[in-house]
């Protein structure tokens, strides 16, 4: 097995083009072509986690938050991402990142941690627009079925549950070639019509929609029920416990009755108005800031527990998946969770 294996059982779940366009995922380090044995999962690269790797004998470290962000000023002891690189490449470590593809997919981040807090019926806080494109081709009829089976090895036409979709009709197109053309059908200078599908001529014609329909499979943050209601104050004491911290923040009544739950992994407070729209009691997220608390005056009970906890369900959950998927495939490849993560994230109490 090559890192390009474990690229494609990653991509099966969280493509790499529903990550936001600003995002920086996939390969960081290393080659597609290097063999795996051993993969570390982990939320990030730091010193601890290259030095677990390296004594584990690690092929791959697949992380949540990219490695490579910002553009890096030197690889060398000076900058701390140059140094991981250094480091990395040395010992001969590939790096992968799932970043917010893995925020956007069914079973991502947020749901995660609504597992971990043990919500049912969750679903998506909000399902992204914009993500989907519609692509329109034209084509003369005898060349219709290669390149539809061209697109749908690219991956066009995968609808939910389905794939090769398309729709198809005919029309006439017009065209004159100019001087310099070499049409595949007409002659320069003179105006053709062709009864087409779509086109492989010298200029493809084709036509990129943004829709606005919202995907079925990708969306943020999460949206669930606990198994009973309880008060705000006991569901903050179940908070603490599931994810394990000495304190937490928010706002709300103590004695608010808390059923429906909202969750975004990591910095979420984009999504209060979702979770007040959709119903939630509660909603829990992190890097929630003065202004946000304000914001939701009231109508929820808001909730920070911290960017390390709200994501850190995430490195069990792939690791479950990359066994899963591993073991259908027959390959013999160890996956182990990264016992050297930590909140960089201190709490004091006096
Ligand atoms: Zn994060």
Redesign the pocket.
Known sequence: MIVRDVHEILEAWAPKEIAWERDNVGLQVGSMLRRVQKILVSLDVTDEVVREAREKKIDLIIS??PLLFHPVKSVSGEDRVGRLIHELAKNGISLYAAHTNLDFAEGGVSFALAGRLGLRNTGFLQKDQFILKKVVVFVPADHIESVAAAMADAGAGRIGQYDNCSFRTRGTGTFKPLAGAKPLIGAKGRMEKVEEVSHPYDEVAYDVYNLSNPSASHGSGAIGELPREMPLSKFLAHLTRTLRIPGLRFRGNLRAKIRRVAVCG?SGSGYLQAAIQRGADAFVTADVTYHVFQESDGRIALIDTG?FET?QPIVPHLVGYLKGQLARRRERVGVFPSNRMKNFVQYYNS
């Open positions: 949540h938050h990591g960017h994501e």
